[in-house]
């Protein structure tokens, strides 16, 4: 048989019934239609989806950021606290010290 395309065909396994929809077995134009709305569907809830699951991933990359940064926050202040300690010491060394030189320098006075 023939299946030369053409603008209407005139086969007979390409006449569509409603019994037996088309007969080539291909779907009714209509049929075609809602198996097209299914998958403009399904692609709607897969985008759906993809983006809830974008979505949780950046809350997550932003808890994540928000955390390292907490972390970052109480090292500096660590580090501070830690030099504040050490400017301590240096500022008390250096007390005694002149003092002790002081001390040392008044005895030699004396002598």
């Not at 300690?85 to 008044?106: P, S």
Request: hydrophobic share 35%.
């Amino acid at each position: 048989m023939d299946r030369t395309p053409g603008p209407i065909s005139l086969f007979h396994d390409t006449h569509w019934t409603v019994e037996k929809g088309w007969a080539d077995g291909a779907k009714s134009p209509h049929e075609h239609m809602l198996d097209l709305q299914l998958e403009s569907e399904l692609s709607e809830t897969q985008i759906c989806e993809q983006l809830q699951r974008q979505d949780e991933l950046i809350r997550n990359q932003q808890q994540g950021l928000q955390n390292q940064r907490a972390l970052v926050e109480q090292v500096m202040q660590r580090f501070e606290s830690f030099m504040q300690n050490q400017r301590f010491e240096v500022d008390g060394v250096e007390t005694n010290t002149g003092a002790a030189a002081r001390k040392e320098n008044i005895a030699n006075d004396f002598m």
